[in-house]
């Protein structure tokens, strides 16, 4: 269940992108991307330190 699960978002992520006309889609994918880093900073700097 643990691989299966990130196959299975990835498959509907692609999916899903793929409905965005291409020259919509970079700038989404780029403030996609954007603002994972960002979420990933923030969560990292909340996350008590071990």
Do not use: K
């Amino acid at each position: 269940m643990s691989i299966l699960m990130p196959i299975l978002i990835g498959i509907v992520c692609v999916c899903l992108l793929s409905l965005i006309p291409d020259p919509h889609r970079r700038r989404f994918n780029a403030v996609l991307v954007a603002g994972v880093a960002r979420l990933r900073d923030r969560l990292r700097r909340t996350a008590p330190a071990r």
